[in-house]
């Protein structure tokens, strides 16, 4: 500590230290309090001085001297002075060193005059006293001193209780008794009191005792005795009251002693007015904290015990149950503890509205424990009733009730009244906190609480308030959900079934978001009943009390269960359900009793229910999927149909439902679409099924009282409340349009994204689940959303496929109702401007109308596709096609009687029904009959419609098919972009894809050709058909048989198909320039070669059919087998490709039993249908004639499948061939049909990939030879038409694209195999022959057109083989190319047009300029086909091999070949020149063709080049192409008179070679040569093929 007084003032002190020394007391004397530091400086200055004094640094006269100087500075420096003598006698008593204490004794003996004697007694040591000569004997002073300080702290006075009078006890208690109401005061009385005191000489804490116990006794006095009190106390000294108040609860502190209410009343008023401080009264009282806690405590694990005892299942025997109840006895004897004294005092404070005091007491003790006890909790309700009055009466009070006004506490310290719901914060909010779940202890006052809050949360809500107030809003909002989380919702648990307040507290809470209401839902389910004992016995009781009524619930008592569950729910809602839901999950046949039961619920239960169903949904606990993760999980299945049930039942919120729905999708997760599947299909009556019979599916395409009626399995009624309620919760929350988009994109996410790791099987549910629920739900849209609602909220084509990438079947599905609402309104308008009723302004005003709705659809289409896609098809087309329904384009009449008859029926059993109340009878009948009106108004109204849209259909169609590039191509457009994608979005958009193709066909539509469409949808289903998931399966199948349905009619009479093909310009079978559509009955397929062809149809869905069973794939057995049930109606038809299916179906039965059930299941279930349907089968030369030539033409037909894009090419231009020219001369139809060959082969080439699905061409082109042999020759005809059936299935194995080659199909294709290879090589070297002779025959004859017509025969004949899948746009093509290969464009054109050899040259060749238009897009064509299919090449090769040698008719031939001989100078001059232009032109095509074919062919390219005329498409070659045909060339000559023919061909040969001149010899030359390489280098190729064939194999 630093110095005060320098050393140099001590060296010094006489000269200036003494000087020093007074200025620093003068100046630290100044200020005169005791806690500066000035004080503590003075302190050690005089400390400082003394001690120099002490060492002897100064004498000790000069310090007594400045000390008298000083001691005039303060009046306490003698005190200082005494206490530094203090410290200095205690630290030189201590010291060994004598002089230093005599040189202290002598500085105090010269101070003593300046401090008195009893200040050193009090300080100094009785020692030093007695050597400073103060007392005489240091022990007397002690002994002395001990004596006083006993008497004074130790004895207690003793009154002598005989000197005070009984009589002054008397008269005080009289002088308190006395009627106060008069001018007595307080002040009067205590004068008289102290008078008696003195008179009497009375205890004063008597005294006090009395007026206490007084004032007990007279309550009512408080403005009295707390004055007189107050004055009393102080006489007294401050603790008195405390102390006696204190001896007065101790008194009663016993066992048995029970303290009155009125002490703790006076102890609660005196606290009150702050006599008395709580802290000193708390001690008094018992039980202590420690105490309380504990027994808080108890009461919680005795509570957790209960619970147990509850949920344990104990089969307990009679005595251990007999031994608990004595327990339980013995429990109840036990005597109750001594009463709480700090609850009565907490009771009299809360009573008498001393909130402050009242709260620190229940601050001591544990959460609720005080409110715990009801008597307490009634007190503090009671206070809070106080305190909300004026502003309750204000704004609480309903219209129409009186109420009980409450009087406001006398008491003006109690808390101030709220009159705003500002003031709730200040002290009410806090009491209702304290009280928590106790609340239920006061019905009305819970009541009145939460009509407050409905009357804040209507404030709260109406705008308008300034920024500062909302602030405070949102802060009382907040109080508000708080107060309802800790306070109402828990007093609710602890109510006995009030069903009243539970709607009372809807009416708050359904002011609230639901997002809020679900958290406070959360909380009171998971949270609040953890939070006290009492809740927590609740909890335990109310699960046993749902299992008891659960165990008991059926169907037949749903009315006495339900009104069980109902008052269970009022109080504890959340228990009950969670327990229920349990149930459900497990027992999915409660669903139905349960829903029944849950009538007796109030709004608040709903709305809790919807949240315990949303909780119990998201679980993350739970597993979705089975345990063989191939099938969703039945707990989730049992709860989505039952949340259908309950919400279409029961008014409940939807929003959050739909939200959670929507915020899975966003997720990713797909499994809770499950959800909103089935609440659309119980609330709105929709529901999404594959199993719907033609007769609903019929019904489904009439107007909505049709749909109603006839659409759907269960009878739909009364759904226009629940469907309102869903549409109103999707747009109120804006939810329509987002979930229908998040299902769209999550179709795809299913698969990319979902299904990453899941099985196929789940993967392919999830996705038609996926896919219903959006069609279902865009069904539900459309059909209840206004106009206006639906096209406000969903955008145009464009936006919903470029930036919501909405798939474009999804979206057009989206927008189709908004067209048909746009469209008819648009209508509407018009019809009211004028007014002209005939039928042909309406149509016109139909069309103005669709025109202008749809032109800015047609715009916006365009940018959905490359422009390339533009060229085949308009997109007037495209939007035409999704814009349209079944509903426009036919009217169910027969369904629209079926239901009229219905009606009828029930009409007339109404009539019979004799127990019928009359006026039941005539409402029923009413309702018929206004039903039967509305139907027949609607068919009325739908008739006039779907005239409108044909007619709209008439005028459009010259515009729709472009074909730009070729008809094929235009129809690969079409089924790629339209029908496809459309045909498996649902079971009426299957059904529309076939009545619009059909449609289009009736339309006579330009450039469209129906031969083409219907081919390509039947030679290969493989790939579509194992792309398909279940649903879609089930879609394709009923638009196959749609497809199959119109066939067949055209199959099954001459008359039919007349009338609907004959003349129509989808039959014509040659391929003409764009445009040009008429045509002779020549060009027109006639009615015998269509029925071969639907026969090569039945074949290849054989064949088909077959490959998918062999595959052993899940997928392909499963989706092959849906389609054929689909189709059974119309195939099969022919016996043998019924009974080859048979035994394949048989095949699967035998393995799947015990392997995969479901498919097991499925064929046999087929497996009987196809039995059943045996007897209606016919054989195949009933089905179609087989004469040979016929049979060729079939042969090729049916082999044609698999290249579905090149076969219709071949088959035009081979029924072109057969109408025009006569089949007289085998050699004739050999040129025919190698012309057409090339012509095919190289359309083939252009447009090859999109058709052939069978991948190896080894096993195509077995096939196809057995077959041209057994159609050849007669009894091998049908020996292999024996083998063909069971042959082709192994063979369709090995065609599998990825050579997923079975061992089994491989052993199978083995024994077929070898045979086969052995014919093909004969086969081909005798072809070679035949081409030499003909060459030798030619140059001999010297006439060019028979060369170039072998040359062409025998080319086109090997590239037809080598080149099977081109055959697409090709047709076009080759003809340009064949030129180029040098005198071989004449065959081409000849084949093309007509198979007559020479004399038709000249009009091929016309044919052939006509189609040049055509050819300059195909090479393009060609490689952007072949991108897209590469296996299909070889089929559809053989395939056209086999039209090309077709049945003509011999007349016919004979008539043209005379003609041909007039004209064949002509020809042969033009087809000079011709042959320069095409060879040209053929190399300049070449060179764009070979750029396009794929390596892998290129090989081959360089042997064939210059020498085949399609060496461009040789990839696509199969080996034992050639072989085939020759061997067919070998038949046919075998068949017909050879003869015959060669002498015709030379003549006609002799005519040509004069009139062309010595130029044509040397060309021919050249040719022969040419041809000759061509054909080594063919023979080659065939060998390389073998080869690879075998490696195939």
Not at 22 to 28: F, T, V, Y
Not at 437 to 451: G, M, Y
Not at 1396 to 1416: F, G, L, T, Y
């Amino acid at each position: 500590m630093a110095t005060v007084l320098p050393a140099e003032w001590i060296k010094n002190w006489e000269k200036g230290g003494r000087n020093e020394f007074l200025q620093l007391c003068r100046a630290l004397s100044e200020d005169k309090s005791h806690d500066s530091l000035s004080f503590r400086d003075i302190q050690q200055a005089l400390y400082e001085l003394s001690s120099h004094v002490i060492r002897g640094s100064i004498k000790h006269d000069q310090a007594s001297g400045v000390l008298a100087d000083i001691i005039e500075f303060r009046e306490d420096m003698p005190s200082i002075l005494a206490d530094a003598f203090c410290i200095l006698d205690i630290e030189t008593s201590c010291l060994e060193e004598k002089t230093k204490r005599d040189n202290f004794t002598q500085l105090v003996l010269s101070c003593l005059y300046l401090v008195s004697d009893t200040v050193l007694k009090e300080r100094l040591d009785p020692e030093t006293l007695e050597s400073l000569g103060l007392i005489k004997q240091s022990q007397q002073f002690n002994q002395k001193s001990v004596k006083i300080k006993t008497k004074l702290f130790y004895k207690q006075q003793k009154f002598n209780l005989l000197r005070e009078e009984n009589e002054g006890y008397a008269k005080l208690i009289a002088e308190l008794g006395q009627d106060l109401s008069g001018n007595i005061t307080s002040d009067l009385i205590l004068e008289n009191i102290k008078s008696l005191i003195g008179c009497f000489n009375l205890d004063p804490n008597r005294v006090l005792d009395i007026i206490l116990e007084v004032y007990e006794c007279r309550p009512e006095y408080d403005d009295f005795f707390v004055p007189l009190i107050e004055s009393y106390m102080y006489m007294c000294e401050p603790q008195t009251l405390c102390h006696i108040l204190g001896f007065k609860f101790k008194f009663y502190q016993d066992p048995s002693g029970e303290t009155p209410s009125s002490l703790y009343r006076v102890a609660a008023v005196l606290l009150q007015h702050n006599l008395i401080d709580l802290e000193d009264l708390y001690v008094h009282l018992l039980p202590g904290d420690n105490a309380i806690i504990e027994e808080h405590k108890r009461e919680i694990v005795e509570a957790k015990q209960i619970v147990r005892k509850l949920t344990m299942v104990v089969l307990s025997s009679e005595k251990t149950e007999e031994k608990e109840k004595e327990k339980e006895k013995e429990e109840e004897k036990t005597e109750k503890p001594p009463d709480n004294q700090k609850l009565g005092l907490l009771e009299a404070l809360l009573k008498i509205g001393d909130w402050q005091h009242a709260q620190s007491i229940m601050d001591q003790m544990p959460l609720f424990y005080a409110t715990s006890h009801k008597s307490i909790a009634i007190a503090l309700c009671q206070l809070v009733h106080v305190t909300i009055e004026p502003l309750y009466r204000r704004v609480g009070v309903p219209k129409g009730a009186k109420g009980s006004p409450i009087s406001p506490l006398p008491n003006k310290r109690a808390p101030k009244q709220a009159d705003s719901f500002e003031d709730l914060r200040k002290e009410v909010f806090n009491m209702l906190c304290y009280l928590g779940p106790h609340l239920s202890h006061d019905p009305i006052l819970f009541a009145k609480v939460v009509r407050i809050g409905k009357a804040f949360m209507k404030e709260f809500q109406s705008d308008g308030s300034k920024q500062e107030e909302k602030e405070k809003m949102e802060i009382l909002f907040s109080c508000v959900l708080s107060i309802t989380d800790q306070v109402l919702l828990p007093s609710l648990s602890l109510m006995d079934c009030n069903a009243c307040m539970s709607e009372e507290l809807w009416g708050m809470f359904k002011t609230f978001p639901y997002q809020y209401r679900y958290r406070l839902y959360g909380q009171w389910k998971n949270e609040t009943y953890n939070s006290h004992p009492l809740l927590v016995k609740v909890k335990a009781q109310t699960i046993d009390r749902a299992k008891y009524i659960m165990k008991r619930l059926t169907k037949e008592n749903v009315k006495p269960s339900g009104r069980q569950i109902g008052k269970l729910s009022h109080a504890n809602p959340t228990i009950l359900f969670d327990y229920i839901l349990s149930q459900i999950q497990k027992y999915d046949n409660l669903i139905t009793p349960v829903v029944d039961s849950l009538k007796y619920l109030t709004s608040l239960n709903y709305d809790v229910l919807a949240f315990c169903i949303i909780e119990a949904l998201a679980n993350p606990e739970k597993e979705r999927m089975k345990h063989d993760d191939t099938t969703i999980s039945s707990w989730l299945q049992s709860l989505a149909s039952f949340c259908g049930a309950v919400f279409r039942k029961y008014p409940i919120e939807l929003a959050g439902l739909l939200q959670y729905v929507a915020n899975q999708l966003k997720a990713g997760k797909s499994f809770d679409l499950l959800i909103l599947k089935e609440v659309v299909q119980k609330m709105a009556g929709i529901e999404i099924t594959e199993e719907m019979t033609m007769e609903q599916l019929e019904a489904m395409t009439g107007g909505e009282q049709l749909k109603a009626e006839g659409g759907y399995f269960g009878q739909i009624r009364n759904t226009k409340k629940s469907s309102q309620r869903l549409k109103d919760a999707l747009l109120d929350h804006d939810l329509a349009l987002p979930l229908c988009l998040l299902m769209a994109q999550q179709r795809n996410g299913v698969i990319f994204q979902e299904g990453g790791e899941k099985h196929l099987k789940l993967v392919g549910k999830l996705y038609d689940q996926c896919h219903d629920t959006l069609v279902q739900f865009g069904g539900f849209l459309a059909s209840n959303l206004s106009t206006e609602d639906y096209i406000k909220r969903v955008p145009s084509i464009d936006v919903l496929c470029n930036e919501f990438h909405t798939p474009h079947d999804a979206a057009f599905f989206l927008s189709r109702p908004m067209y048909a609402h746009q469209i008819s309104s648009k209508y509407d308008e018009l019809k009211k401007a004028e007014k002209g009723n005939k039928q042909q302004h309406k149509v016109h005003k139909y069309i103005t109308a669709c025109e202008l709705v749809m032109a800015p659809v047609h715009e916006a289409v365009i940018s959905l596709h490359p422009p390339k896609v533009w060229d085949d098809i308009s997109p007037q087309f495209y939007a035409t096609f999704w814009s349209l329904t079944m509903y426009d384009l036919a009217v169910p009449h027969s369904s629209y009687d079926r239901e009229v008859n219905k009606l009828k029926v029930q009409m007339k059993a109404i009539d019979d029904n004799q127990e019928m109340p009359p006026n039941k009878k005539k409402k029923e009948k009413e309702r018929c009959t206004a039903l039967q009106d509305k139907l027949l108004e609607e068919e009325k109204k739908q008739l006039e419609h779907v005239q409108r849209v044909l007619q709209r259909l008439k005028l459009e169609k010259d515009n729709w098919l472009l074909a730009k590039s070729t008809k094929n191509e235009t129809i690969t457009k079409f089924l790629q972009l339209c029908i496809f994608p459309r045909c498996i979005f649902s079971a009426i958009d299957a059904v529309y894809c076939a009545h619009f193709v059909e449609l289009v066909h009736q339309q006579k539509t330009p450039n469209f050709s129906t031969l083409l469409c219907y081919d390509r949808v039947f030679s290969d289903i493989i790939y579509t058909v194992a792309s398909c998931t279940e649903n879609e399966a089930s879609r394709y199948g009923r638009f196959l048989c749609c497809m199959l349905e119109t066939v067949t009619r055209w199959h099954s009479d001459r008359v039919i198909y007349e009338k609907e093909c004959g003349n129509y310009p989808g039959f014509l079978t040659i391929l003409r320039a764009t445009g040009f559509d008429g045509g002779n009955k020549a060009d027109q397929l006639d009615y015998e070669n269509f029925r071969h062809v639907v026969h090569k149809w039945h074949y290849k869905l054989t064949k088909a059919s077959v490959h998918c069973l062999e595959t052993g794939e899940y997928t392909h057995i499963r989706n092959i087998l849906i389609v054929l049930t689909k189709i059974l109606p119309w195939y099969p038809k022919v016996l043998n490709l019924g009974q080859a299916l048979e035994r394949r179906v048989h095949k699967i039965c035998q393995e799947e039993k015990e392997k995969r059930p479901d498919l097991y299941a499925l064929a046999m279930g087929y497996s009987g249908q196809l039995k059943s349907r045996k007897p209606f089968m016919i054989p195949e030369n009933e089905f179609h004639h087989k004469d040979p030539p016929a049979r060729n033409a079939v042969a090729a037909t049916v082999q044609n499948g698999p290249g579905g894009a090149g076969m219709p090419t071949s088959l035009t231009i081979n029924t072109a061939k057969l109408e025009e020219s006569a089949a007289e001369e085998t050699d004739k139809l050999k040129e025919k049909s190698q012309g057409t060959v090339k012509v095919i082969n190289k359309t083939v080439n252009a447009a090859p990939k999109v058709t052939t699905s069978n991948g190896n061409s080894a096993s195509n082109s077995k096939i196809i030879k057995e077959k041209d042999e057994k159609e050849k020759s007669g009894k091998e005809k049908e020996k292999e038409k024996k083998e063909k059936i069971p042959a082709t299935t192994p063979e369709t194995k090995a065609l599998g694209k990825d050579g997923k080659d079975k061992p089994k199909e491989e052993r199978a294709n083995k024994d077929d195999k070898p045979r086969e290879i052995k014919e093909k090589t004969p086969k081909s070297d005798k072809e070679k022959e035949k081409a030499k002779k003909e060459e030798k025959a030619s140059k001999e004859e010297k006439s060019k057109a028979i060369v170039t017509t072998t040359e062409a025969k025998s080319v086109a004949e090997k590239e037809r083989e080598k080149e099977p899948s081109r055959e697409k746009d090709v047709a076009k093509d080759m003809k340009s190319k064949e030129n180029t290969k040098g005198g071989e464009k004449i065959p081409v054109a000849g084949s093309l047009k007509s198979p007559v050899p020479r004399s038709e040259a000249s009009e091929c060749e016309r044919e052939q300029k006509r189609r040049k238009v055509d050819i300059h897009s195909s090479p393009s064509h060609s490689s952007t086909v072949k991108d897209n299919l590469n296996e299909l090449k070889d089929s559809s090769t053989k395939h056209y091999i086999n039209h090309t040698t077709p049945t003509l008719s011999k007349s016919k031939e004979r008539e043209v070949d005379k003609k041909d001989l007039d004209k064949s100078r002509e020809r042969s001059r033009e087809r000079e020149k011709k042959e320069e232009k095409d060879r040209k032109d053929r190399k300049r095509d070449h060179s764009n063709s070979d750029r396009e074919v794929p390596q892998d062919s290129t090989k081959r390219r360089k042997e064939e080049n210059g020498t085949t005329g399609s060496s461009k498409h040789s990839k696509s070659e199969s080996p034992s192409d050639s072989p085939r045909s020759n061997e067919k060339e070998r038949e046919k000559s075998k068949s017909k008179s050879s003869g015959k023919e060669k002498g015709d061909s030379i003549k006609a040969e002799k005519m040509e070679k004069s009139s062309s001149g010595s130029k044509k010899e040397s060309r021919h030359d050249k040719e022969k040569e040419k041809k000759e390489k061509r054909d080594s280098t063919g023979g080659k190729e065939e060998k390389k093929h073998h080869k690879s064939s075998d490696k195939h194999r």
